[in-house]
């Protein structure tokens, strides 16, 4: 374990199904992030949280709305999701936003939407 | 601004035989420099870390890398390859620059396959 704990690790939904992914450290860092990874495409930068308020939003589809109520938790809402939408959704921290040592990554959760 | 080239999307060595897996960086500012390693469906996992301390920097599992500043460079290498290493290998850089997250820059991965 990285200390960066993601549930559910797998997840199978509907188009028209609502569920939440949910990211929790106890490593003292102060941001935190969601990264969308597709098979041969890039990390895709989603969301940012700094001391619990978003930071950065990367054009990211209303259908995924985060939500940070503590610096430890950090949850990501999803509603009437796309095909497209399946991929590994990784969570990551930083002691700080400048992420100078770099980020703890959970093992993400795999999302499968049909 | 800063960019990452990983120079090889796939790798292929024999087991036992050396690795390396190659990265290359431009940054306006004195970056970290990062290596993480991906197993299938798991999460990223920080191999090693450059933060202007020592240019040679040794990681877990055997893996090292040398931060070659006039050759822009940041390869990982490991003497002898196991069945173990087979993954997906993301050179990462941070520049600081107050910019938040958008400091931290992925490569798009090099694919290492070891064969028996």
């Known amino acids: 374990e990285t200390g960066v704990t993601q549930t559910p690790r797998h997840l199978v939904m509907g188009m028209t199904n609502k569920k939440s992914l949910k990211c929790e450290q106890h490593?003292?860092?102060?941001?935190m992030y969601w990264y969308k990874q597709s098979a041969k495409k890039p990390l895709e930068l989603m969301f940012v949280?700094?001391?619990?308020?978003?930071?950065e939003n990367n054009s990211v589809p209303s259908r995924f709305s985060p939500e940070c109520p503590n610096s430890s938790h950090l949850f990501l809402h999803l509603h009437t999701l796309q095909p497209e939408d399946s991929a590994l959704y990784l969570c990551?921290?930083?002691?700080?936003?400048?992420?100078?040592?770099?980020?703890?990554f959970g093992s993400g959760t795999r999302l499968t939407v049909v | 601004a800063q960019s990452v080239t990983q120079l090889d999307s796939h790798v292929s060595v024999s087991e036992g035989t050396p690795v390396l897996l190659r990265c290359n960086y431009s940054?306006?500012?004195?970056?970290?420099l990062f290596w993480y390693v991906q197993h299938p469906n798991k999460g990223l996992q920080l191999l090693l870390k450059?933060?202007?301390?020592?240019?040679l920097v040794k990681g877990i599992n055997g893996f090292e890398a040398e931060f070659k500043k006039s050759e822009t460079s940041f390869h990982l290498t490991k003497p002898s390859a196991h069945m173990s290493d087979a993954a997906e290998y993301f050179c990462?850089?941070?520049?600081?620059?107050?910019?938040?997250?958008?400091?931290?820059?992925f490569g798009k991965g090099t694919h290492l396959i070891i064969q028996p």
């Open positions: 490593l003292g860092h102060n941001a």
């Open positions: 949280y700094n001391f619990k308020e978003q930071t």
């Open positions: 990462v850089v941070s520049e600081y620059s107050g910019g938040g997250a958008d400091g931290l820059t």
């Open positions: 450059y933060t202007s301390a020592a240019t």
């Open positions: 940054s306006s500012y004195s970056p970290s």
């Open positions: 990551a921290s930083s002691q700080d936003i400048d992420a100078w040592y770099g980020y703890t």
